[in-house]
C-alpha cells in the first residue's frame, strides 16, 4: 500500500529554519500533487504549501508566503518543504499529503497522508 513517511521536524527557535522531507513509497509519484497541511493543537488541520505533479505550479498559504518553500525531487519520490523565518504561529503537526496530478488548497482532494512530524518553535 502507499506510504508517506514525513521527515526533518523538531524544535527550532524563532527566526530558525528547518526542511521538511515527505518520501513516497509504492506510489506513481510523478503523477501525483503533493500537498503539506498543519494542525496545531485545538486547531483544525490548514493548508500550507502545494506542488503539481509537474513542479512547475506551486501555491502557498498567506500565512507562510516568503517564508516557505515546497518542492519536489521526482527520482527521489520526495517532496520538501523549506522553511525560513519560522514564528511560534508555525507550531503544529505537519502532514504531507497526496492527490492525482492537479494541486489543491482543500485536505478533502487528497487521497493519501502520512503520519506527520512535529515542528514546534520556540519564542
Known amino acids: 500500500q502507499v506510504q508517506l513517511v514525513e521527515s526533518g521536524g523538531g524544535l527550532v527557535q524563532a527566526g530558525g529554519s528547518l526542511r521538511l522531507s515527505c518520501e513516497a513509497s509504492?506510489?506513481?509519484?510523478?503523477?501525483?500533487?503533493m500537498g503539506w497541511f498543519r494542525q496545531a493543537p485545538g486547531k483544525e488541520r490548514a493548508f500550507v504549501a502545494s506542488?503539481?505533479?509537474?513542479?512547475?505550479?506551486?501555491d502557498y498559504a498567506d500565512s507562510v508566503k516568503g517564508r516557505f518553500a515546497i518542492s519536489r525531487d521526482n527520482a527521489k519520490n520526495t517532496v520538501y518543504l523549506q522553511m525560513n523565518s519560522l514564528k511560534p504561529d508555525d507550531t503544529a503537526v505537519y502532514y504531507c499529503?497526496?492527490?492525482?496530478?492537479?494541486?489543491?488548497?482543500?485536505?478533502?482532494?487528497?487521497?493519501?497522508w502520512g503520519q506527520g512530524t512535529q515542528v514546534t518553535v520556540s519564542s
Open positions: 499529503a497526496a492527490r492525482p496530478l492537479l494541486n489543491y488548497r482543500s485536505a478533502n482532494e487528497y487521497v493519501y
Open positions: 509504492r506510489l506513481t509519484f510523478s503523477s501525483y500533487a
Open positions: 506542488i503539481r505533479w509537474s513542479g512547475d505550479t506551486t
